[in-house]
């Protein structure tokens, strides 16, 4: 029997309450399409950092190395652990050092789910670049506490990482509606996001199938909002594609539904998994945190282990629960009654 090698990393706060349903989860699965998980389990998080200085060991991410994909739950504890520092000592590494600059987000509504908008025809799927722009970690501080202090923040596009991300994006739309929406702000952005450009052509030029439009962040922002439906895939640079993942998530009904999957995409590393949410320590530990952004993204590592049929069985069972009411909007059910609810969907298809 084949088995999957998995990292689960749940982290701090809801990471914690979330992960444990997406593991029953995937146990369940895993039984029905005959296939074996074998998970080990990793305490990295704050707490963690409390007790020895580190988010992770220094060997963390050779450790990480010979999984096939690593289960995240979510990063951060600001109360004691600033988030500057929690985030650059695992999620960010990890993203990093495996090369995952693809970070896919899916967009759409859920059946019976309390969503904001009008309308619930929308298929949006996301691809941020997850390595480099505007998070490149490039800069510093100098006269730090003076009156002449100055902070800078450099935004590094490569012709490899935008040209690479592009490529994605491109591969991903003809799969789905044939149809790429660059964001942009070349208007304004006149070196990095005038290349971005650039090279959205030169990788368009190789795909003739394929629609392209470009168009600004901040229109962007607005589109998403009144006209969702015009979109197929999306793609943006890291920051850009921060900020319109939330708003994808607001418009699918909230970030208890969005969820991710950071890509390695020659897999000469393994893949992350994780909801977007982050770790709401307000809710933490109280069963109270929507588990399906977990479970969505489980699934997707599913699809990304070449378990589609059992991704598909995930989805369905999701899909059926919240069509009966469960799950579709804050603070009606419980995490375990959610999950109970998606186990007792799978076990009835
Ligand atoms: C996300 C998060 C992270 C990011 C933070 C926590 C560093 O907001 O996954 O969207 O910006 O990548
Ligand atoms: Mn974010």
Known sequence: MRTHKLAVIPGDGIGVDVTDAALAVLHAVAGRFGFGVATQGFPWSCAYYLETGAMMPPDGIDTLRSFDAILLG?????????????LHGLLLPIRKSFNQYANIRPHRPLPGVDAPLKTSAFDILCIRENTEGEYSGAGGRVHQGTADEVAIETSIFTRTGVERILRFAFDQARARRGHVTSVTKSNAQRHSMVFWDEVTRLVAADYPDVRVSQIHIDAMA??????????????????FGDILTDLGAAIQGGLGFAASANICPDRSAPSMFEPVHGSAPDIAGRNVANPIAAIWSAAMMLDHLGEAAAAGA????????????????????????????????????
Do not use: C, H, K
């Open 74 to 86: 979510a990063v951060g504890w600001p109360e004691t652990v600033p988030d500057s520092v929690s």
């Open 314 to 349: 995930v989805m369905e069972a999701v899909n059926a629960t919240t069509a009966r009411g469960i799950g579709t909007s804050q603070g009606r059910n419980t995490t375990d009654e959610i999950t109970a609810a998606i186990l007792a969907a799978l076990e009835a298809q």
């Open 222 to 239: 607005a589109r998403m909002v009144m006209a969702p439906d015009s979109l197929d895939v999306v793609v943006a640079s890291n920051l």
